[in-house]
């Protein structure tokens, strides 16, 4: 079995790292024929990014969850890419991801809030999260959101490299689609939807009506699956190495950011080369050479990362290729290690015990990495727990020595 089947087997899915181990043993650029190659090395994808020689693959597929997708910024070359990103940068600005802090704590307050002792991480926290803000920066009601995590997994199927996705993926462009196209025209809309919308209307760099739609669904698809599974894929990280609390506590920024290199939520993407001349790692790349960039090996290159295979959140220059680099780096980036950074906060203050309740599984996915459940044990943190049960051990065992909670102690008058 080749390199690429074997990370496109169920055990490569599921476990890509010792593969990636072996293909930098072979070389940061691996031809698969003479105009196809795997780029494995941390240099070589990073001077791929950031060539704009290199552009995004067209998509022959007339599928429609796949046209949808390719109409958008993630997918558009110069010109379209360029007017795109202004268009969008105009109005998903820094500043307004940093006015969104005190929204993202209460939200991830009012989740921890909730959460019984013994949970499923995913589906009461690590998706709940992501969807809430994301829907609150677009401008989504509330009731609306528990129905986008089934539409949003079955659309970002069509994005694997295997032909997976069929007419779920469809079906779900369509449903998105129609529920965009409704919110577009709604005059009580706020948020980033009408601030797009007007941006569009004013400019001279318009997006057409189904741009608009393609990048609305992108940005809402975009902006929660990934975050689900990067806060997924830490936690399981802190499951497993319980000791690494201290260092979160310390430094959120800086676990988060190990957590993107260590387990990436966004293993693959591709480029093609467009212009005469190219190369990468040292290796030519003629025009029309289909290139498949492997972000999840840059991150574990051993050349730019020692011991990469090790979790060390005190790395220094930890840059990983996560977010990509050059003209398409993600835009929410910052919005992403924002969320992270609050909720691995809030979660080991509150909680000094998270431990595993049972197995976790993974999706089953090689490029958008994360898990299905992760079911968990919480302990809290007594200064969370409601005020009859701040006792302590002696108090619990003799109440009547207890000190008194009630509202009579706490009324100055008395
Ligand atoms: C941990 C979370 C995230 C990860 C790992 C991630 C990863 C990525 C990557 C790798 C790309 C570049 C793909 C390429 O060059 O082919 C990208 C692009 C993009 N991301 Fe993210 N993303 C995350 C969160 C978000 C969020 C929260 C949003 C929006 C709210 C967002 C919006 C976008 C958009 C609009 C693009 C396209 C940019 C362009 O093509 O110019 N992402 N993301």
New binding site residues.
Partial sequence: MNLIESLLSPTGRADPFPRYAEAHRLGPVLPITDTAFLVVGYAAVNEV?RNPGFGIPADPSSQPSLELMQRS??RANPPD?GRM?SL?SQVFTPRRVAALQPAIETAVDDLLDGLPAEVDFMDRFAFQLPVTV?CELLGVPASERQRFRPLASDLTAALELTDASDASADAAAQELGQYFAQLIRDPSADGLVSALVAACDAGDGRLSDEELLANLI??LV??FE??TD?LGNGLAILLDQPDLTPAVRSDPGAFVEEVLRYD???QV?TRVARTEGLSAGGVSMPVGSDLILL?GAANRDPARFPEPDQFDPARTGNKPL???AG???????S??RLEATVAFTHLTERFPSITPASRPTRRDRLVLRGYQTLPIQLQLDRRYAPVADRRTPEQARNPSRSPDTSCRDADPRR
């Avoid at 003209?327 to 980036?333: E, R, T």
């Fill in positions: 990014l910024i993630l890419h990103r969008i994301i992108l940005l975009a902006g990934t975050t990067l990436s939520p966004v993407t972000l996560s977010f990509g003209a398409h780096i993600c835009l929410g980036n919005l992403a």
